[in-house]
């Protein structure tokens, strides 16, 4: 009994040995919430998104506190030969330890993505701190000016990005990537990864005019559309159309307004709901061919002409046209694909996943086999399923 | 302390020699009891003794103590006949002269047709007699018999049958044990009318000669359970019993655990619940907590109420329970871990705005934790100790130095209020007061853990304590039944309550194997059959 009471004493004493090594209060930490990476002049350049508790302290009235004073974000600049070096750099400046266990963006500046992403990946992924689900975004431009970016609805440049990018993915406009899903593309044969691209924009407020005042636009993001890499660097863009194309290929599509012109020529919207897509490798045929089938269903949204639409035989000239519109938006992004030379698409995926032996032999010479000689092509299903909540046709 | 132990135990030594010098055996002769009796109960102002001639010749002492013994009975049952007897024209025909000297005889008519009390017996024994007497009964001694009368007087001194005060419940009955023995058999009894009830009663305390019973199902409970209790109970060796938690010293297993592993209530309807389970209940006079033994961990999350609520409703308060206790247990060492260790596991617009609060707190966040944890037990136990009219004061005074100054000074920050507040609360929900000393307790170590280790500390921590709870036994059973070891049957009434049709069989390890069977089969209620014509 008396050994086991020492026993106990002297097990608990110990734990106080340590020192509570790896304690880091908050108050002594300041967190990283998105970070720019840059190359200006042969050097690394970090911009970091730093919350600032300070400036959103009041000890007012209520006791409580609020976030009514300051800018609640310190935007921090430092240069390295490293990305590395640059994060060792900002604590020069900084009273605080950076802390990137709470950041969400990292956005990679054009220059940098031309010369490699998977340098500043292999820097982010031995990282301890850093999560493998942050959102990795390429800039056109610099990458600082995204993070520097005043953000519309949110407090912060990083929760303006996250949300961009996770909550309107469904619309297509760009490609949700994580650190992660880099990584697990670098490691998977013949599939190259899309990111998000995403650029400066001039935001006018819309509210200040009838006021009198000169309304100033602020400095917000816009997502451009894709950046494609071809063996981890950028190579070039997608934009808003092929983009779109892009996604039905890659077949996350949850939801996508199609405008096409109606029989009287007037336009028509047109919503399409959950574009799935399928690939199948025909390699018996020399050069081998791909088909792919996209299916969707969709409901009328908008009509702008004067007649009435809501028939069978509408219904289904209608989605004649919206497979053609479709088409057309694949069309551009398999020749983007082709003319980058880059399979984001995963075609020669496909081919592997069907036959490795037959990828094996094209793998060497894949890129131009791609961009040359593999057909492929594309079938597309539409079914159009209502004219929205409105069944009737508004004669005027 | 260790000067006082002794002398305790030198008086207890001396007091067993004392015995044994002394002879135990009355004397025929009445004055030689009589100067025995007032000498040892000299510089005693409520002791009464009276004598009587009856029959002319033969010379009765009635003995009994004042205020313990019924009066009333006393005077209508023994003063009365005997003073009856004092005149010779109420002399009974039977009654012969030549019966006169056989004084065997006086004491068999006393007994079986003069005194008018039915609980009559003899005895021979001195020690026996002054046990009795101060019990509240009365003796009644006849010269030149080696025996007296002792007539079954006591008071039933207590207060009336109330609600329970620490395991309230709004539905059931709302019955609670007195300090009374007696009326605690009783409302024992009236709820088990039974012959296998079987009632012992022991006295323990070598000076305070307390009385304690021990109540059982025979037939339902395990024999070695029983006979284990009573070879613990007749160790014990103190002065007096105040309460039943000293017995709950003397008898549990484990003494330096926290976890209580016998139970105590004050709930009739849980106690009689436990004995039809097959347990042993430990009823100590002058004391409304009656203990249950064995007692296994769940029986400190379950409620009286559980049994009288809809089953689901009754299954989801005990998981609710489960949740508060844990909360209660590790939510100031979470808080600690996260804000100290693992700020990526926090989300983060919470991180921030704890990042915002904290801002201004200049101690770490063991030490805030730890300040505002003390507050809030001194705040408690000032609460608990304070006379009732104080209580508002503290109560403001509580709430504003917890809730607004501390806060304001900056010293601490609000979620830490928060974090607090919900611990406390939580700490209330759990259904048994003696295991909320346990997790009150066990809070800080895994704080401490949590500040030293992060969450490692607190797994680790909270390791060690299922580790200690699996390795307790109550009366040889084991703590963490029926998860481990795991019983089908006994997990129908531990977290989950199923109906009580579903209810088959009792627990399995308290009794024996044959006596399992509790409810019935196929008694699930079910609509009438229809029979076409």
Known sequence: MRKTMYLTIVLLLSSFLNGCWDRQELNQLSIV????????????????????????????????????????VWIALSYGSTIHEAEIELNRRASRTAYW???????????????????????LTRYPELRLNTWILVARGLASDIVVSVPQLEKSASAELTGLITRQEGWAHGQKTALFQILRNSNSPAKEPLITAVTTAEIHPANLEHEGQQPTPSKGVEVYGCAVLKEGKLVGWLDKEETLGAHWIIGDIERRAIFIDGPDGKPISIQLLDGESQFVADLTVEPHKITIFIETEGNIIENQGNREIETTESFQWLGKEVEREIQRELNLAIEKSRAYQSDFFGFGRTIYRQDPSAWRQLEAEWSDYLAEKLVVETVVTVTLRRAGMNRQFINP | MG?????????????????????????????????????????????????FTIYHQVKVLLCYVEGISDEQNVHDGIVRPLVRLTCPERFDSDFTVTNFCQTDSVLKLLKNKILTI????????????????????????????????????????????????????????????????????????????????????????????????????????????????????????????????????????????IFPTVRRTERVDSCTASLLEGRVAIVVDRSPLVLLAPSVFFDYIMAAEDYYDPPIAATLLRFLRLIALHIALILPALYISFVTYHHE?????????????????????????????????????????????????????GALVIGEAAVRAGLVSPAMVIVVALTAIASFVIPRYTLG?????????????????????????????????????????????????????????????????????????????????????????????????
């Open chain 2, 345 to 397: 596991m926090v989300p983060n617009p919470l991180l921030i705005s704890v990042a915002i609060q904290r801002e201004e707190v200049p101690y770490p966040a063991l030490i805030e934790a730890f300040i505002m944890e003390a507050v809030f037990e001194i705040l408690r136990e000032a609460g608990l100790r304070l006379p009732r009219v104080a209580g508002q004061a503290v109560s403001i005074v």
């Open chain 1, 33 to 72: 919430t998105a970070a720019a990476i840059d190359k200006v002049d042969e050097e690394y350049m970090l911009t970091t998104s730093i919350i600032r508790p300070v400036a959103m302290t009041a000890t007012g009235g209520d006791g409580g506190t609020s976030t009514a004073t300051g800018d609640g």
């Open chain 1, 101 to 123: 266990g709470q950041n969400r963006i990292i956005v990679i500046g054009e220059e940098v993505a031309r010369e490699g992403v998977h340098q500043v990946i292999d820097m």
């Open chain 2, 118 to 257: 039915g609980n009559i017996s003899t005895s021979s024994s001195y020690k026996k007699i002054v046990e009795c007497l101060l019990i509240g009964m009365s003796v009644v001694i006849i010269d030149g018999s080696r025996e007296a009368l002792v007539v079954g007087t006591e008071r039933q001194i207590g207060r009336p049958i109330t609600e329970p005060m620490t395991e309230v419940s709004v539905l059931g009955p709302q019955e609670a044990f007195t300090e009374s023995l007696y009326i605690n058999y009783s409302l024992i009894r009236q709820r088990l009318r039974t012959k296998n009830l079987k009632i012992n009663t022991l006295i323990i305390g070598v000076e305070a000669k307390s009385m304690v019973g021990i109540a059982y199902v025979e037939g339902i409970v395990n024999p070695k359970i029983v006979k284990e209790l009573k070879k613990r109970l007749q160790r014990i060796q103190i002065d007096g019993v105040l309460d039943s938690a000293v017995i709950e010293e003397f008898i549990r297993d484990s003494p330096f655990s």
């Open chain 2, 437 to 533: 000393f346990a997790i009150r307790i066990l809070r800080f170590p895994l704080m401490l853990l949590a500040s030293v280790f992060g969450l490692y500390g607190v797994i680790l921590g909270y390791m060690a304590i299922l580790i200690h709870l699996a390795g307790l036994r109550s009366f040889g059973m084991p703590y963490l039944y029926p998860i481990a070891p795991s019983d089908a049957s006994g997990l129908k009434d531990s977290l989950i309550r199923v109906p009580w049709w579903a209810m088959l069989h009792r627990p399995a390890i308290f009794l024996n194997a044959d006596k399992r069977q509790r409810v019935a089969p196929n008694q699930r209620p079910k609509p009438p059959i229809k029979r076409r014509k």
């Open chain 2, 3 to 51: 000067k006082k132990n002794l002398t305790l135990s030198r008086t207890l030594k001396t007091t067993v020699i004392e015995k044994q010098q002394q002879t135990d055996q009355l004397r025929p002769e009445l004055n030689k009891n009589y100067n025995r009796l007032l000498q040892d109960f000299s510089d005693n102002a409520d002791v009464v003794f009276k004598e």
